[in-house]
């Protein structure tokens, strides 16, 4: 069962590739990477709808003790009635053989590291994606995905967005002091539930000159999305 | 007088545990996301009755509401860990009401993972768990039960400062998936192999499945198990449901189960997430009569890590290779604390077959202590192989058994009483097994009946110890067969004895045997091969010995352990595979080092290497082949006509040959090559290291030397490092806008130091504005800009 198909134009784009000549060696080594990859990922996710309300300028989640504040996450849900809080991990083992290879072959690890990126971000898609589908049913649709640390929505939420969630518990997945997720090859984020008839409003309204949202970011010259030559998930909304 | 009457009761029937306290306390109004910890001073009258609902159903034990009541789960509550630890206490007495129901200081994990998964260090968790613990006992808690954990480091760290703390019995719990590990891959035998050795008094399962899905894993303890055994499962699988997480097993259908699990031997049941008084009431009413039935399981002979355990029930090899004596180029990397060189001596040694590794970094003029720390730390984080921690020195045990991840052989102690006292409680302390060399003060004795009378004494005085047969391996020492020839099959004579007599499991180093003479292989194969029939368990060897490692595998053939010879035929069948690989390659001539290093084939850099010394100088070969190698690939690199991956694989290629013209050099005895010192380190709080190694083969591309410090450095170390390596460079890197600030407290503490150290900064989230604002002197865009900071500043 292919369950991680694992794309690889997008371990490429992770990895910088940008058409160079890719040489047999390195391509086979890419595609050994990818196939590794697939075995050692023990991926866990869990997710939980929330009724949000604004109060004080701030995004609250009903039946809860998590607040998001700043103006980004504000307009990322605006017009929805709820949202989507989701975790995803690909479990320790990613990080303990990409640790492994870090000392045996770096290129390898390197190699891996973007596998797994591209992993658990197809992980994302496809819980997404299915969300979507139901969501649909009911009228509803779903915004992109929004995580902490984009815009200027804090990192430092990311241990009580993990409490609410219970990922601890349910997934393994926690954060150390810093608010960095460990396991690594992790994924929180925040997706917005709407009325389809507002998501087509919202999209008129902020067509015109706000495509290129980065420029108008704070985190715009040191964002590690765009130096890895993607989006951030506030930019792909827009 | 209290833990006395616990553990009676245990003996002679089932032990009832509480149902859920977090979910009851949801029912009740909690948020999602608040701590239920503080509860116990918010909220204390709906903490105690929901205790009260269990004492009620007629429960032995209740467990505190303080799950998560540690200093790192409390930081932002507004409480201490005392003030709730206390709290949590008061209320389950007061809804004991004076009745015979004992109370368990639930200690669950502290919510940061440990290193090297996580930041958190063992000594931090450590001093955490302490706190929860002293506060505990102080409150007059009758037992503690660290639950929930899915990380064996921490379950450790837990029941060494419960056991360090306190002497109430401790119970100990992990969670495991539908697989039959951890969240962290823990497996059952391993949980089984350390919590035991460590002493705690009930081990087994709790939360995160239903009683059915735990079934095969309460199985699986309890075929091993020689301590009582006991099982929290939850109300049945989790789903969310409209937005609640519901648990939907019935009474009857949890009671069903648990009957089950006590018919078959487990002594301890309870509830976990979703079970309500209900269902704790018919678990009471179904079991509490049911006659015990004591299992009796052989303790198993083994060592593990977390996720692997190696089970002594056929011949085991250890890897010899970590240990400087004679090796000049060991004792060099151990000076230096080059640990990628100790690393690559694990790696090799595990990928040619060894299932455990000795290590022995014993050498006068490093710190012994801080050194077997660091090693058995770096090894672990990388390989899940089992270790034996090599030394004389009891401090050196200790400290690396304490810090060990899993359970670990000590080698050795000797029939000398002063060496057998001052370890033996170490071993039994931290639960490792042990080596016994048959040699007293007086020496190795000429003949095997005497051997076997040491190897008698250690067994005894271990036991003594509490330590049981399935850990003590005897070593019944090899002689050099050029000086003490009659005295060889004397060593063979008294493993038979030791086998046969007293039933415990033996261990030889097997190459000194053939000091002194030529063909050494021949004979050390040849003993070997004897060794292994007079019954030798545990051979240490050089794995990457292909001969020695192939008269074991053919052993397993003709002792009939390898059944069916199918280990032996696979074997083969790869053997001829690689034969023809080997023919294939040489037709296709690569072997000259420039396209080698072009092409990044680093398979093919040592041959070329080594036939290219035959002829050319060292020095010559980094002049005439690797610089201009190098300096085009880095060309190709910048105008874009290779990617990453690409430069990295030319690069560890020129790694991989100047391994082994290092070697040549120390050989020679001539200088090494470099062109200055770097300290390179992941600052504080961050774990992402690959792109600081990225840069770190690179600049050693360059013949500069670097002192890698690796991740989640404190500033501190670094500090320390670029003193005591006396540097002027030093590299940072950051990945998170979270631990660039710590990059910054590093560079203000060097440069208030000495502002003549130069810092380079680099990663994700920095960029040239950044590096000017936090005061670094350079900033490196990619691993070649590295390269150019380092020329520049060092030349």
Redesign the interface.
């Given at each position: 069962m292919n369950r991680f198909p694992i794309d690889k134009d997008e371990v490429l784009r992770y990895?910088?590739?940008?058409n160079?000549?890719l040489?047999e060696?390195?391509d086979n080594?890419?595609n050994e990477c990818m196939e590794e990859m697939r075995g050692l990922i023990r991926e866990?996710h869990?997710y939980?709808?929330?009724d949000i309300y604004n109060e004080n300028g701030n995004v609250h989640l009903s039946?809860?003790?998590?607040t998001l504040t700043g103006n980004d996450i504000k307009n990322h849900l605006g017009g929805s009635e709820s949202c989507v809080l989701m975790a995803v991990t690909l479990?320790?083992?990613v990080?303990?053989k990409?640790?492994?290879y870090?000392?045996?072959?770096?290129?390898r690890?390197?190699?891996l590291?973007a596998c797994a990126t591209t992993a658990v971000e197809e992980v994302c898609d496809e819980i997404c994606e299915d969300l979507e589908n139901t969501a649909n049913k009911q009228n509803r649709t779903l915004t992109s995905r929004y995580s902490p640390?984009y815009g200027d929505l804090p990192?430092?939420i990311q241990?009580?967005f993990l409490?609410?969630?219970?990922a601890?518990?349910?997934?393994?997945l926690?954060?150390?002091?810093?608010?960095?997720l460990?396991?690594?090859k992790s994924v929180t984020a925040i997706v917005g539930v709407m009325d389809i008839k507002n998501k087509q409003n919202r999209r008129d309204s902020r067509s015109v000159p706000e495509n290129n949202t980065c420029l108008s970011c704070k985190?715009y010259?040191?964002c590690?999305y765009r130096?890895?030559g993607g989006r951030c998930g506030a930019y792909r909304k827009a | 007088m209290v833990d006395v009457g616990l553990i009676e009761k245990l003996k002679n029937r089932t032990l009832l545990f509480d149902g859920a306290m977090g979910t009851a306390l949801q029912s009740r109004g909690l948020?999602?996301?608040?701590?239920p910890d503080v509860a116990n001073i918010n909220s204390p009258e709906m903490v105690i009755d929901i205790h009260e609902g269990y004492v009620n159903c007629g429960v032995d034990v209740i467990t505190t509401n303080a799950f998560g009541a540690n200093e790192?789960k409390l930081e932002s509550s507004g409480f201490t860990v005392e003030e709730i630890v206390d709290a949590a206490v008061q209320n389950a007495k007061k809804a004991i009401k004076g009745r015979d129901v004992y109370v368990a200081l639930g200690i669950g994990?502290i919510?940061?993972?440990l290193e090297?998964?996580?930041?958190?260090s063992f000594e931090d968790a450590y001093n955490i768990f302490k706190r929860q613990v002293i506060q505990g006992v102080k409150s007059g808690a009758d037992l503690i039960l660290i639950e929930?954990m899915?990380d064996l480091y921490e379950a450790k760290a837990a029941v060494l400062a419960a056991k360090e703390n306190s002497t109430l019995p401790v119970f100990c719990t992990m969670?495991f998936e539908e697989d039959g590990r951890?969240?962290?891959?823990c497996n059952v035998t391993s949980m089984v192999m350390v919590l035991e050795g460590l002493g705690v008094d009930a081990l087994g399962v709790n939360?995160?499945l239903g009683p059915k899905e735990l079934a095969p894993i309460v199985e699986e303890i309890l075929s091993i198990a020689t301590i009582p055994v006991m099982v929290q499962a939850n109300a049945g699988l989790?789903s969310?449901v409209d937005?609640e997480?519901v648990f939907n097993i019935s009474p009857e259908e949890f009671s069903y189960y648990k009957k089950m699990f006590v018919e078959n031997g487990v002594r301890i049941v309870g509830g976990c997430?979703g079970t309500t008084d209900e269902h704790i009431k018919h678990l009471v009413d179904t079991v509490k009569d049911i006659k015990i039935q004591p299992r009796q399981n052989k303790a198993l002979s083994g060592v593990c890590t977390p996720t692997k355990a190696v089970i002594i029930d056929r011949v085991k090899v250890i890897g010899e290779r970590i240990n400087p004596t004679g090796k000049k180029r060991f004792k060099e990397a151990l000076v230096k604390g080059d640990i990628?060189y100790i690393?690559?001596e694990a790696?090799d040694q595990v990928d040619a077959g060894a299932h455990i590794l000795d290590v022995n970094v014993g050498l006068p003029e490093i710190d012994e202590v801080k050194t077997i720390v660091r090693v058995i730390k770096e090894i672990q984080?990388?390989?899940?192989v089992p270790l034996q921690i090599d030394s004389t020195d009891p401090e050196v045990i200790e400290q690396g058994l304490r810090i060990y991840n899993g359970k670990a052989i000590v080698n050795s102690v000797n029939g000398e009483d002063s060496i057998l006292e001052s370890i033996l409680p170490i071993v039994k302390k931290y639960g490792a097994s042990v080596v016994g060399l048959t040699l007293d003060e007086k020496g190795i004795p000429s003949k095997a009946e005497d051997r076997f009378k040491i190897a008698e004494k250690i067994v005894k005085k271990a036991e003594q110890y509490g330590i049981g047969k399935e850990d003590i391996y005897i070593d019944c020492l090899t002689l050099t067969a050029a000086a003490q020839q009659e005295e060889v099959m004397e060593t063979v004579k008294a493993l038979s004895m030791v086998k046969e007599k007293l039933n415990v499991k033996t261990v030889l180093g097997v190459s000194n045997v053939s000091f002194g003479l030529p063909n050494r292989d021949l004979i050390n194969r040849t003993f070997l091969a004897a060794s292994l029939f007079a019954g030798l368990d545990l051979p240490i060897i050089n794995p990457m010995d292909k001969e020695m490692m192939d008269t074991i595998l053919a052993s397993g053939v003709l002792w009939n352990e390898d059944k069916g010879a199918a280990e032996y035929l696979k074997y083969n069948e790869n053997v001829s595979a690689e034969q023809v690989v080997v023919k294939d390659s040489k037709d296709k001539r690569e072997d000259d080092l420039f396209e080698i290093i072009i092409?990044?084939?680093?398979e093919k850099a040592k041959t070329a290497t080594v036939k290219l010394l035959e002829h050319t100088e060292p020095l010559s070969v980094v002049d005439e082949y690797i610089v201009p190698a190098l300096d085009l690939v880095g060309e190709k690199y910048e105008k874009?006509?290779?990617?990453?991956?690409?430069l990295?694989?030319s690069?560890?290629t020129v790694k991989n040959v100047f391994e082994i013209i290092k070697e040549r050099l120390s050989k020679d005895g001539s200088s090494q090559i470099s062109n200055g010192k770097i300290v390179l380190a992941t600052v504080k709080?961050?774990?992402?290291?690959?792109g600081k190694?990225?840069v770190k083969?690179l600049l050693e591309n360059y013949n500069y030397d670097v002192i890698d410090l690796g991740r989640d450095v404190a500033k501190e170390k670094i500090i320390e490092a670029a003193v005591e390596h006396d540097v002027k460079l030093i590299g940072l890197s950051a990945?998170?806008?979270?631990?660039v600030k710590?990059m910054a407290e590093t560079i203000e503490a060097l440069k208030e130091l000495d502002k003549n150290y130069v810092v380079m900064v680099g990663g994700?989230?920095?960029?040239q504005?950044?590096a000017d604002m936090i005061n670094a002197d350079y900033y490196a865009k990619d691993a070649k800009g590295a390269v150019t900071i380092a020329k520049k500043v060092l030349g």
């Open positions: 990895l910088g590739y940008r160079q000549n040489d060696v390195t080594l890419i866990k869990i939980r709808f929330f039946e809860t003790n998590l479990g320790n083992n990080d303990s990409i640790r492994y870090e000392r045996k072959s770096i290129t690890a390197l190699i590291d640390g990192i430092d241990k009580d409490s609410v969630l219970g601890e518990k349910a997934i393994g926690t954060a150390n002091s810093h608010s960095i460990i396991p690594r985190n010259s040191t590690m130096r890895e | 948020k999602l996301g608040e701590l790192t994990p919510g940061e993972l090297p998964m996580g930041t958190l929930t899915i969670s951890t969240f962290t891959g939360c995160s989790p969310i937005g997480t997430c990628d690393l690559k790696i984080s990388i390989l899940d092409k990044g084939i680093k874009g006509e290779t990617f990453l991956p690409q990295i694989q690069a560890e709080g961050d774990i992402h290291d690959i190694n990225v083969v990945l998170m806008t979270t631990t710590n994700a989230v920095l960029n504005d950044y």
